[in-house]
């Protein structure tokens, strides 16, 4: 398959992305974490604080505070047994899964992703580890300081000396390939924006500033890592640091002309560490391996910024609703994080006033994150939006909305009732969008960014859809409402309703948002 055709299946046709006859094999499934054999390890305190208000800002930290931040990342938080009923149309049968769950939503709760850190603190060995999530640890994979060579694989923007930490997120295809096939791809970009905006809220409620890299020499960064990037491969690099201003403005620090990954892999030898997923028959995954490998950058040069345009262009003679004006909006992050579930179909009925609907739109949007796309803090809002359907919402008639941030205010795109018209629009109906009365979208550019940043245009827009998405699940939870991500939606349908296919925009993501039952489930929290 082509890769333009590839692309265009994945968000428009998906069920052409995927053999007609494809069937998961459960018993040989990857586990949901990588495990490493024969490293150094660290062990990371389990004394984790169970409170996370935004607090001052960090002058230094140590492995101790760096064990709480990748916890509330993407460490074990729970242990579900879950009952699933399979009707074989004589007799329903019960089957069970037990699963691990982390803070963050994951399709399938099949977490792709894994985390690395490049560490310099004082209590421990300077180097690059593993983030063992199964065992709440660091596996040293490869020790030394590696300043200069990361700082020119992310084109010298940043001034790693004053970082005490690197993160790197890597998307591990076969974690989720192995139920999904192609699809996968796109669960894999949202899953990854997903992690990256946990970190963002964790690192800001902890006092640390992060900077999210998408740009870099991919070759030489999963060539320290000890990667082979035809099995999984770094989609985002976020230093941490105490000092704000880590970051370079075009007019502080020199730009690295011709600097390639294939000079920069030969300055370190080679790391081939021993790993186990578990599956003892992996199936091969070419359009993904093709995409990925094509998403890729040799050279500093194509690392670009992209240029800041209002995302969304509002019809004058549309109907306006001005949201009331909201203060803003506090919660302890650790109790929302433990509190957050997807409802699925355990949402009922209920009303939203206007008050909560302008707390949701405006704290979703109320944050700002540095990223090597701008110049400056800010601009997800320049590429992402939101657009959503509203039944029962106080002060609002049903129909079709736009939000407009600048105004903060609500833009009519259609009156009516569109349950039907969505619910009829699900590929796997496991949500009754009758029962929401919120139904949102997350709405980007229709040609993915591919532009500016060729095929790596679109897991970049998929990982900035999904730090959005997590923002707006943790403020729905604060303000006692679920939200349940879903991509088994039409997305055409969608485009035509809001009229954003000639604009050239589309939805990304579909997000119902309401209130919700408590489940009855047998589960076991890793905390206290």
Same mark, same amino acid.
């Given at each position: 398959?082509?890769? *333009?055709? /590839? ?9 052409k992305v ?7 094999d459960w018993?040989d499934?990857p586990?949901?974490?990588k ?5 150094p ?10 409170t ?7 002058t230094?930290?140590?492995?101790? *505070? ?10 074990i ?6 009952a699933?009923?399979?009707d ?13 769950r982390? /803070?963050?939503p ?17 209590d421990?060995?300077v ?5 063992d999530?199964?065992?709440h ?5 490869r020790?030394? +300081? ?15 000396? *004053?970082?005490f930490?690197?993160?790197f997120?890597?998307?591990?295809f ?6 999904? &096939? +192609?699809f996968?791809?796109?669960?894999q970009?949202?899953?990854?924006g997903?992690?990256i905006g946990q970190?963002?809220?964790?690192a +800001? ?9 998408y ?19 770094v ?22 002309? $011709?600097?390639s ?11 081939e560490?021993?790993?186990?997923n ?15 490998g ?9 690392i ?5 345009e209002?995302?969304?262009k509002?019809?004058?003679?549309s109907?306006i ?10 919660y ?5 994080f433990r ?11 209920g ?30 809002? +320049?590429?992402?939006?939101?657009? $959503?359907c509203?039944?029962?919402?106080e002060?609002?008639? &049903?129909g079709a ?7 903060h205010?609500?833009?009519?795109i259609?009156r009516?009732d569109f ?14 969008l /009758? ?10 550019d ?6 500016e940043?060729?095929?790596r ?12 998405l ?11 409402m679920?939200?349940h ?6 997305v ?8 954003i ?10 997000i ?7 489940r009855?489930?047998?589960k076991?929290r890793?905390?206290?």
């Open positions: 398959m082509e890769l *333009e055709t /590839f692309v265009h299946h994945l968000h428009f046709n998906t069920e995927a053999p007609p006859d494809w069937q998961v018993e499934a586990l949901p974490f495990l490493y054999r024969d490293l390890e660290i062990p990371l305190s389990a004394d984790v604080p169970l996370l208000a935004k607090g001052k800002v960090q230094e930290l140590g492995l101790k *505070e760096l064990g709480h931040f990748l916890w509330y990342v993407y460490g938080s729970q242990y579900a047994h879950t699933l009923i399979e074989n149309k004589k007799t329903a049968d019960m089957s069970y899964a037990q699963l691990f982390r /803070f963050v994951s399709g399938g709760a099949l977490y792709p992703n894994e985390l690395y850190v490049y560490v310099k603190l004082k421990a060995p180097g690059i580890y593993h983030y999530a199964a065992h640890r660091l596996l040293l994979l020790e030394g +300081n590696y300043d200069s060579y990361l700082s020119r694989s992310l084109g010298n923007s940043y001034d790693l000396s *004053e970082s930490c690197t993160v997120v890597t998307t591990f076969w974690k989720n390939f192995y139920k999904y &096939n +192609n996968s791809y796109r669960l970009g949202l899953d990854a997903v992690l970190a963002l809220e964790v +800001n409620a902890m006092g640390v500033s992060p900077q999210v890299c740009q870099f020499l991919d070759k030489s960064i999963n060539h320290l890592l000890g990667l082979s990037d035809q099995d999984e491969s989609y985002a690099v976020i230093p941490l640091s105490v000092n704000p201003n880590i970051y370079r403005a075009d007019n502080q620090y020199t730009k690295l002309e $011709g600097v990954a294939t000079e920069l892999c030969r300055e370190v030898p080679l790391l560490p021993f790993s186990d578990r599956s003892k028959r992996v199936i091969d995954y070419p359009s993904i391996r093709k995409l990925n094509a998403s890729m950058f040799e050279t500093t040069e194509s670009v910024k992209i240029k800041k209002s995302n969304v509002h019809s004058l003679d109907e609703i001005f949201l009331p004006f909201a203060e803003h909006f506090s302890d992050l650790a109790s929302i509190e957050r579930h997807s409802p699925d179909l355990d949402f009922i009925i009303s939203v006033s206007l008050l909560q609907l302008s707390v949701l739109l405006k704290e979703t949007f109320s944050f700002s994150y540095h990223s090597d796309l701008d110049d400056r803090q800010g601009g997800i809002e +320049n590429r992402v939006s939101l657009n $959503g509203f039944y029962n919402v002060g609002v008639p &049903n909305y736009a939000y407009d941030k600048s105004a205010a609500l833009r009519r259609a009516g349950r039907e018209y969505l619910q009829n629009g699900l590929t796997m109906p496991n949500v009754n /009758f029962q929401v009365p919120l139904v949102l979208h997350v709405i980007g229709r040609e993915h960014l591919k532009k940043l060729g095929y245009g679109y897991r970049i827009q998929q990982m900035e859809a999904g730090i959005l997590q923002r707006l699940l943790l403020v729905s939870c604060a303000l006692g679920g939200g991500p879903l991509l088994g939606f039409d055409n349908p969608c485009d035509e309703l809001y009229g296919d000639s604009k050239e925009k589309t939805s990304l993501i579909q119902p948002v309401g209130p919700y039952r408590p009855a489930w047998l076991g890793l905390h206290t």
